[in-house]
């Protein structure tokens, strides 16, 4: 856990340890910083939960390329465009069918088939 989390870090974390009890149960703490926040989004605007969103997919993103080895990814990939290709036509294959299942959705809202409140 601790050797997953500091591949995925863009910084090192002093503060990221582990350790274990006398009984053998092992304890993984954290503090990337020390001090702390937290985002409040009731009452966020749309357009800063989109900043938000942006902020999080590409730390998100960082990550999952931190976790790799570059050069074995790529050589098994090879030199055509053909990954690309393929991971694009899902990405909008996939945004299709989350537009597709949101107006199910609506629709089924508006039928009364399910009820939807705000919190």
């Known amino acids: 856990m601790v050797t997953g989390q500091r591949l995925i870090q863009a910084a090192s974390d002093i503060f990221l340890g ?8 092992d ?11 937290s985002i409040k ?16 997919g590409s730390a998100l993103a960082r990550a999952h390329a931190r976790t790799g080895d570059a050069a074995m990814i790529s050589g098994y990939l090879g030199k055509t465009d053909t990954f690309d290709r393929l991971i694009t ?9 989350v537009r597709s299942d949101f107006q199910r959705l609506l629709e089924a809202v508006e ?3 399910i009820v939807a409140r705000e919190r």
């Open 89 to 97: 036509d899902f990405a909008i294959a996939y945004s299709h069918q």
């Open 111 to 113: 039928a009364g088939d």
């Open 27 to 37: 304890f993984y703490f954290r503090q990337l910083k020390d001090w702390k926040t």
């Open 18 to 25: 582990w350790t274990s009890n006398t009984t053998g149960q």
């Open 41 to 56: 989004l009731k009452g966020m605007s749309v357009r800063s939960l989109e900043d938000y969103s942006e902020i999080c």
